[in-house]
């Protein structure tokens, strides 16, 4: 009798364990990002660990239980699936978490969510930013942030370029008109060259990162640089930044000429 109720009690408990496991294993799904801004392309992907035929997915992309999209999707051989959502249009109004859900087969269902945050809602500035040299005045950099605030810029000697502090409560990008007049990178003929650009993580580890140049002349060169959320600083690193060593330089130039100029005398004096 008690082997009997322990056998009932040992598959009721065994039932709901084997049906959770296949519904969790036979399928995954996942995002490339985890915050989405209007007007990006979420990537959406997974595996399927046994295919069945040509079974599809269903996808299906909710906010607060309103269906958003629904797709069917094609596994391939390997049983892997991706599917690309444009995060635009009409439907596309609300901020906050959004719900994927895929469903393979007879009760195989995996879900994953990602926050959106509609183009009314980013945070962009653009303004003038004005650097302190400490020995040669200030000057200005026209900058423009999305996805986030700066907080400051300076010069620092030691890298021969900018450290440009940022708060970034989201991903996003800060382009910087750069004028050559105080800082640069030039090769040795006079061609620009590549700036290094480091940045430095929440977890205070320094990585470095690329940039894209969307303009450049005579007296700019405006960078384009990306960063990540919870990123607190860009250190832009070229060949020279004039304004820290200006006044320097300028007294050492002209110690340097006038001994030149004081040794020529002395020495045609004594041919004379």
């Given at each position: 009798m008690d082997f009997r109720i322990f056998s009932i009690l040992l598959i009721l408990i065994l039932i709901p364990i084997g049906s959770?496991?296949?519904?969790?294993?036979?399928?995954?799904?996942?995002?490339?990002?985890?915050?989405?801004?209007?007007?990006?392309?979420?990537v959406v992907s997974g595996k399927i660990t046994t295919i069945i035929g040509d079974t599809p997915i269903t996808l299906q992309l909710f906010k607060?239980?309103?269906?958003?999209?629904?797709?069917?999707?094609?596994?391939s051989q390997d049983g892997?699936?991706?599917?690309?959502?444009?995060?635009?249009?009409?439907?596309?109004?609300?901020?906050g978490e959004y719900l994927i859900k895929v469903t393979y087969g007879e009760g195989n269902i995996a879900q994953t969510t990602f926050l959106y945050v509609p183009e009314s809602q980013v945070l962009e500035t653009t303004d003038i930013f004005e650097v302190n040299t400490e020995n040669s005045g200030t000057?200005?950099?026209l900058y423009s942030i999305r996805g986030g605030t700066l907080s400051n810029i300076s010069i620092d000697e030691n890298i021969f370029g900018l450290l440009v502090k940022i708060d970034a409560p989201d991903e996003g990008k800060i382009i910087l008109d750069l004028p050559r007049k105080y800082i640069d990178a030039e090769k040795q003929n006079g061609k620009d060259?590549?700036?290094?650009?480091?940045?430095?993580?929440?977890?205070?580890?320094?990585?470095?990162?690329?940039?894209?140049e969307e303009t450049s002349h005579t007296e700019i060169r405006t960078l384009s640089i990306n960063f990540e959320e919870g990123d607190t600083e860009i250190q832009i690193i070229g060949t020279?930044?004039?304004?820290?060593?200006?006044?320097?330089v300028m007294i050492i130039l002209t110690i340097g000429i006038m001994t030149s100029i004081l040794l020529t005398r002395n020495k045609f004096q004594i041919k004379i």
């Open positions: 959770v496991f296949a519904s969790s294993s036979l399928i995954s799904v996942q995002t490339d990002d985890t915050t989405y801004d209007e007007g990006d392309v979420i607060d239980d309103n269906m958003v999209e629904i797709a069917q999707l094609q596994v892997h699936y991706s599917y690309a959502i444009l995060a635009e249009g009409s439907l596309w109004k609300s901020s000057f200005d950099i060259e590549v700036f290094i650009i480091l940045i430095e993580k929440a977890n205070k580890q320094i990585i470095e990162t690329d940039y894209v020279y930044v004039i304004p820290e060593f200006g006044t320097i």
